[in-house]
């Protein structure tokens, strides 16, 4: 049976149709009836199925023994040892000694029963998400500017426009359907500009009218300056001001100050005068305008300040909740959005509710009916592992995420870990870096399994839901807690039959007392945040729930837009300006640690890896942790593209392999977020990151520590792949990538085997002296090549050479999926090339059709191709997801500067 469902990744929140086989496989197909996405899915959606088996899965608990293996237990055991665990540590030191860590993964359902637990029966705040680390500026600049955490506008708005603004978004990359939304509309009669503002030439740059590569921090400049050219040039919508906001003369007196003259806005931000008057003189104009921002405006200690001096601008100009324009916050998971409705922040009630506001924690305490409520904001993430590790907060419960790679600073994070008395872990994956610390692991359900809502980046609320039965002793989450709470002596609250009844509670406390404060002018207990029409949905009509935007209205009704006439949440109902003063980021270069370290995600893969990681669809785009960095920089630090290098902050260090992807501003580097001590021996870069955060948001700055980088010294590099798993701790460096039906490692050590043979044979697990083992070796050169093969069959294979040019591993993968060796490629390996059609693929570019980019480089150069759609005609890359659309029209601008030289 098909079943309608929703992408388990991004913020955008497509719609999926998924089904599960009689062969156990998955299909999923986009869903055209989702407002979201139409029918389109990217690559990682394209693959959910792919990532589906219980390979890896935490699928029994587990309780740590005194031996400190971790034993399998009984759902019974587990659970009276964790709710004894928390019991104990409450009972002794009080309820601020337990925490809880979530995730943007859970469901809304999972959030909301875990944030009751803690606020209203516990009596402590200390919960705080993964979405600290990527969503809270927004959240913080929305409470300020509209008196709550709201997104005026929808995904529609980017068709209407007349100008997209990108702000800190790799949209092509990180929010791909969002982008191919915006791509479709430049192809229409009318096509809006498009601005990208971001320090690196990222693919979204690709179909960009202009790019401003900012100096990483100098965005409160930039916005700034537009405000005060914005008021200069006649733009501002005077009604919509006067009779809407307040704080303008304040705030635009700031901007004036610190960003009055446009040529000294440019030089600050180290961005062409020219290029920059054309960005505020486009945006003057076009009274249609979005204004898209998402992690390199919220990471940054004052991202908060961005947020703000973006909505400014909208505010000024009345640019906000009609049609085409509004600023519009993209948010990095999938249900991010539901876990701020819920109060799965430190700093916030359930149903946008304040902690800090009395009305507020009556209204919710006499609607849970509840024994206590927290009184104080608790820990945001960073301050929370901070307390882990002084010993302040002594139980943690960690939902659906992987802190020890995730967050800033990271190896003190593992120590915190390790010294924290109780840390239980509920978890789809039984081996993650985080969960090796843990006493008592969760199995919980995953994708396709679970079953509840989530709500996307235009507050769209969608079910999902589940297609396969629960494997083996795998729980709901929101189970799992209300298990816990009865056994610590909270049933009453806690008496769900099922997920409906949570979501059912939820809507009717986002509804309570919501239309009597509104009329009663009472203080400040109306929020938007309104789900009346979803309060009394019956099991059916949950079950049957379409996407439907909030606040849902008592007849059903969802709303696209708010504020264009006001109605901000603040008492009064007036938006807010606020002044932002620039600043910069908190740590600055200097000679020790010359550059600017930017993190972010790449195209295929998600988070931790943890699924994405599985897929070999997923995983030949980009194979391995990389540093890119300019070449200038490079020759500096004495590193070389394709060698490995050392990343160094000074909180940690890791190791990657140097790029040059030609979109790096010189004294910046850029490292990707997802490789950690299960797929690479060093590469977690949130070890490096600094853990300075913004002070209203709590979120970190990730896109700014200072760094060095210098060479990584081995003498030989290589790679083997292998259909069995291989060991290669020990070596010096190592990253794991799984292909298809085999899988492969990239490694390097400091010292040389004294005998290749003996160690390659040991290695790849060839005892028997008479195995079909082929070999070739060049002492002069360092090179070695061995297969072994097992009935004409491929078994595994090694490559080693002293120098980081090895053979392309692309026509060595494809051996693996054939039945038999011929004795051309039993030559071929010994030779370490191939005369076959897969030789010269080059590296994966389109995922979804396997085609390289030297065969798309090769077609255009050919066939003189000059647009992505004719380059899909001939090789049909691009013709399935177009994730890769921005990349062949950069490959065919390459291709006609090579050709044109
Ligand atoms: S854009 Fe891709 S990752 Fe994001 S929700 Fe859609 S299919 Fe999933």
Same mark, same amino acid.
């Given at each position: 049976?098909?079943?309608?469902?929703?992408?388990?990744?991004?913020?955008?929140?497509?719609?999926?149709?998924?089904?599960?086989?009689?062969?156990?496989?998955?299909?999923?197909?986009?869903?055209?009836?989702?407002?979201?996405?139409?029918?389109?899915?990217?690559?990682?959606?394209?693959?959910?199925?792919?990532?589906?088996?219980?390979?890896?899965?935490?699928?029994?608990?587990? *309780?740590?023994?005194?031996?400190?293996?971790?034993?399998?237990?009984?759902?019974?055991?587990?659970?009276?040892? $964790?709710?004894?665990?928390?019991?104990?540590?409450?009972?002794?030191?009080?309820?601020?000694?337990?925490?809880?860590?979530?995730?943007?993964?859970?469901?809304?359902?999972?959030?909301?029963?875990?944030?009751?637990?803690?606020?209203?029966?516990?009596?402590?705040?200390?919960?705080?998400?993964?979405?600290?680390?990527?969503?809270?500026?927004?959240?913080?600049?929305?409470?300020?500017?509209?008196?709550?955490?709201?997104?005026?506008?929808?995904?529609?708005?980017?068709? +209407?426009?007349?100008?997209?603004?990108?702000?800190?978004?790799?949209?092509?990359?990180?929010?791909?359907?969002?982008?191919?939304?915006?791509?479709?509309?430049?192809?229409?009669?009318?096509?809006?500009?498009?601005? /990208?503002?971001?320090?690196?030439?990222?693919?979204?740059?690709?179909?960009?009218?202009?790019?401003?590569?900012?100096?990483?921090?100098?965005?409160?400049?930039?916005?700034?300056?537009?405000?005060?050219?914005?008021? +200069?040039?006649?733009?501002?919508?005077?009604?919509?001001?006067?009779?809407?906001?307040?704080?303008?003369?304040?705030?635009?007196?700031? %901007?004036?100050?610190?960003?009055?003259?446009?040529?000294?806005?440019?030089?600050?931000?180290?961005?062409?005068?020219?290029?920059?008057?054309?960005?505020?003189?486009?945006?003057?104009?076009?009274?249609?305008?979005?204004?898209?921002?998402?992690?390199?405006?919220?990471?940054?200690?004052?991202?908060?300040?961005? /947020?703000?001096?973006?909505?400014?601008?909208?505010?000024?100009?009345?640019?906000?909740?009609?049609?085409?324009?509004?600023?519009?916050?993209?948010?990095?998971?999938?249900?991010?959005?539901?876990?701020?409705?819920?109060?799965?922040?430190?700093?916030?009630? %359930?149903?946008?509710?304040?902690?800090?506001?009395?009305?507020?924690?009556?209204? $919710?305490?006499?609607?849970?009916?509840?024994?206590?409520?927290?009184?104080?904001?608790?820990?945001?993430? $960073?301050?929370?592992?901070?307390?882990?590790?002084?010993?302040?907060?002594?139980?943690?419960?960690?939902?659906?995420?992987?802190?020890?790679?995730?967050?800033?600073?990271?190896?003190?994070?593992?120590?915190?870990?390790?010294?924290?008395?109780?840390?239980?872990?509920?978890?789809?994956?039984?081996?993650?870096?985080?969960?090796?610390?843990?006493?008592?692991?969760?199995?919980?359900?995953?994708?396709?399994?679970?079953?509840?809502?989530?709500?996307?980046?235009?507050?769209?609320?969608?079910?999902?839901?589940?297609?396969?039965?629960?494997?083996?002793?795998?729980?709901?989450?929101?189970?799992?807690?209300?298990?816990?709470?009865?056994?610590?002596?909270?049933?009453?609250?806690?008496?769900?039959?099922?997920?409906?009844?949570?979501?059912?509670?939820?809507?009717?406390?986002?509804?309570?007392?919501?239309?009597?404060?509104?009329?009663?002018?009472?203080?400040?207990?109306?929020?938007?945040?309104?789900?009346?029409?979803?309060?009394?949905?019956?099991?059916?009509?949950?079950?049957?729930?379409?996407?439907?935007?909030?606040?849902?209205?008592?007849?059903?009704?969802?709303?696209?837009?708010?504020?264009?006439?006001?109605?901000?949440?603040?008492?009064?109902?007036?938006?807010?300006?606020?002044?932002?003063?620039?600043?910069?980021?908190?740590?600055?270069?200097?000679?020790?640690?010359? *550059? /600017?370290?930017?993190?972010?995600?790449?195209?295929? +893969?998600?988070?931790?890896?943890?699924?994405?990681?599985?897929?070999?669809?997923?995983?030949?785009?980009?194979?391995?942790?990389?540093?890119?960095?300019?070449?200038?920089?490079?020759?500096?630090?004495? /590193?070389?593209?394709?060698? *490995?290098?050392?990343?160094?902050?000074?909180?940690?260090?890791?190791?990657?392999?140097?790029?040059?992807?030609?979109?790096?501003?010189?004294?910046?580097?850029?490292?990707?977020?997802?490789?950690?001590?299960?797929?690479?021996?060093?590469?977690?870069?949130?070890?490096?990151?600094?853990?300075?955060?913004?002070?209203?948001?709590?979120?970190?700055?990730?896109?700014?520590?200072?760094?060095?980088?210098?060479?990584?010294?081995?003498?030989?590099?290589?790679?083997?792949?292998?259909?069995?798993?291989?060991?290669?701790?020990?070596?010096?460096?190592?990253?794991?990538?799984?292909?298809?039906?085999?899988?492969?490692?990239?490694?390097?050590?400091?010292?040389?085997?004294?005998?290749?043979?003996?160690?390659?044979?040991?290695?790849?697990?060839?005892?028997?002296?008479?195995?079909?083992?082929?070999?070739?070796?060049?002492?002069?050169?360092?090179?070695?090549?061995?297969?072994?093969?097992?009935?004409?069959?491929?078994?595994?294979?090694?490559?080693?050479?002293?120098?980081?040019?090895?053979?392309?591993?692309?026509?060595? %993968?494809?051996?693996?999926?054939?039945?038999? *060796?011929?004795?051309?490629?039993?030559? %071929?390996?010994?030779?370490?090339?191939?005369?076959?059609?897969?030789?010269?693929?080059?590296?994966?570019?389109?995922?979804?059709?396997?085609?390289?980019?030297?065969?798309?480089?090769?077609?255009?150069?050919?066939?003189?191709?000059?647009?992505?759609?004719?380059?899909?005609?001939?090789?049909?890359?691009?013709?399935?997801?177009?994730?890769?659309?921005?990349?062949?029209?950069?490959?065919?601008?390459?291709?006609?500067?090579?050709?044109?030289?």
């Amino acid at each position: 049976m098909t079943v309608a469902t929703t992408c388990p990744y991004c913020g955008v929140g497509c719609g999926v149709l998924a089904r599960a086989n009689a062969d156990g496989s998955v299909h999923v197909e986009g869903d055209t009836q989702h407002a979201a996405n139409h029918g389109r899915l990217c690559v990682k959606g394209s693959a959910l199925g792919e990532t589906m088996d219980l390979r890896g899965r935490l699928l029994h608990p587990m *309780l740590r023994a005194p031996d400190g293996t971790l034993q399998r237990a009984s759902w019974d055991d587990a659970l009276d040892r $964790v709710a004894a665990g928390f019991r104990r540590v409450i009972d002794e030191h009080g309820p601020d000694a337990v925490a809880f860590y979530v995730s943007g993964q859970l469901l809304t359902e999972d959030y909301y029963v875990v944030n009751k637990l803690a606020k209203g029966y516990i009596g402590t705040a200390n919960i705080d998400t993964n979405s600290r680390l990527c969503m809270s500026s927004a959240v913080a600049g929305h409470k300020r500017a509209f008196g709550e955490d709201v997104v005026p506008g929808c995904y529609e708005d980017l068709e +209407q426009a007349e100008l997209i603004v990108l702000v800190g978004s790799n949209t092509a990359w990180c929010h791909p359907i969002v982008y191919q939304r915006i791509a479709k509309a430049k192809e229409s009669a009318n096509p809006p500009r498009m601005v /990208v503002i971001d320090p690196r030439h990222t693919a979204t740059c690709e179909s960009a009218d202009l790019h401003l590569p900012v100096k990483p921090g100098t965005d409160v400049w930039l916005f700034n300056g537009l405000l005060a050219f914005l008021f +200069q040039h006649g733009a501002m919508d005077a009604r919509f001001v006067e009779a809407h906001t307040e704080g303008f003369a304040q705030t635009l007196a700031a %901007a004036q100050k610190d960003a009055g003259d446009p040529a000294e806005v440019a030089r600050i931000c180290g961005v062409q005068l020219a290029d920059l008057l054309n960005f505020y003189r486009w945006f003057a104009r076009c009274k249609r305008t979005v204004t898209l921002f998402s992690q390199g405006v919220n990471q940054s200690s004052s991202g908060t300040d961005k /947020v703000n001096s973006i909505i400014n601008c909208h505010l000024l100009t009345g640019r906000i909740g009609k049609p085409g324009m509004g600023p519009f916050s993209l948010t990095g998971q999938p249900n991010a959005m539901g876990g701020r409705e819920v109060g799965g922040l430190a700093n916030m009630l %359930a149903a946008h509710m304040e902690l800090e506001n009395p009305v507020h924690r009556q209204v $919710v305490q006499s609607f849970w009916q509840s024994p206590r409520i927290a009184e104080r904001p608790g820990l945001k993430a $960073v301050d929370l592992f901070e307390a882990i590790g002084e010993g302040k907060v002594k139980a943690l419960w960690i939902m659906a995420t992987n802190p020890a790679v995730s967050l800033p600073d990271a190896d003190r994070v593992k120590q915190a870990l390790a010294r924290c008395e109780w840390v239980v872990s509920s978890d789809i994956v039984a081996q993650t870096d985080t969960n090796a610390y843990a006493h008592a692991l969760l199995p919980a359900l995953g994708w396709g399994e679970k079953d509840g809502t989530v709500t996307n980046s235009e507050r769209r609320i969608s079910r999902q839901r589940a297609f396969l039965p629960a494997p083996e002793n795998a729980r709901a989450d929101w189970r799992i807690v209300c298990e816990v709470a009865r056994r610590m002596g909270f049933a009453e609250g806690f008496e769900f039959d099922d997920v409906h009844a949570v979501f059912a509670e939820h809507a009717r406390l986002t509804a309570y007392r919501n239309h009597e404060a509104r009329a009663g002018d009472a203080p400040a207990a109306h929020r938007l945040l309104n789900l009346e029409g979803l309060a009394n949905l019956g099991r059916h009509a949950y079950d049957t729930l379409q996407p439907v935007q909030w606040p849902v209205a008592a007849s059903g009704e969802g709303e696209a837009r708010l504020f264009a006439y006001g109605g901000f949440s603040h008492p009064g109902g007036r938006a807010r300006f606020i002044a932002t003063p620039a600043r910069m980021p908190r740590h600055a270069t200097d000679r020790e640690y010359p *550059l /600017v370290l930017n993190t972010g995600r790449v195209r295929d +893969q998600w988070h931790t890896m943890t699924r994405t990681g599985k897929a070999p669809r997923l995983t030949g785009h980009i194979p391995e942790p990389f540093v890119d960095m300019h070449p200038h920089d490079a020759l500096r630090c004495g /590193v070389r593209e394709g060698e *490995l290098a050392r990343v160094q902050s000074r909180w940690g260090a890791m190791v990657a392999r140097v790029k040059h992807s030609g979109g790096i501003l010189a004294g910046n580097v850029f490292v990707p977020i997802h490789w950690n001590d299960q797929f690479a021996s060093d590469a977690r870069v949130g070890g490096v990151v600094n853990p300075v955060v913004d002070p209203i948001s709590g979120e970190p700055e990730f896109k700014h520590t200072p760094v060095s980088v210098e060479p990584f010294p081995v003498r030989w590099y290589g790679f083997a792949l292998s259909r069995e798993l291989l060991m290669p701790q020990g070596l010096s460096y190592w990253t794991s990538i799984q292909g298809d039906r085999f899988r492969r490692y990239e490694i390097a050590h400091r010292e040389r085997p004294s005998e290749c043979s003996a160690w390659a044979r040991a290695w790849l697990g060839v005892t028997d002296p008479d195995a079909d083992w082929l070999e070739y070796e060049d002492r002069s050169t360092g090179i070695y090549r061995a297969a072994h093969v097992i009935d004409d069959r491929i078994e595994s294979c090694v490559f080693l050479s002293s120098r980081p040019d090895l053979p392309a591993r692309h026509w060595l %993968a494809s051996l693996f999926v054939q039945e038999r *060796l011929e004795d051309d490629d039993r030559m %071929a390996l010994l030779l370490g090339e191939s005369s076959g059609p897969a030789a010269s693929a080059g590296p994966t570019v389109c995922s979804c059709f396997g085609v390289g980019r030297d065969t798309i480089c090769e077609a255009i150069r050919t066939h003189g191709l000059e647009t992505p759609a004719q380059i899909t005609s001939r090789l049909r890359a691009g013709g399935n997801c177009g994730s890769c659309v921005p990349e062949l029209r950069q490959l065919i601008a390459e291709v006609r500067a090579e050709v044109n030289a």
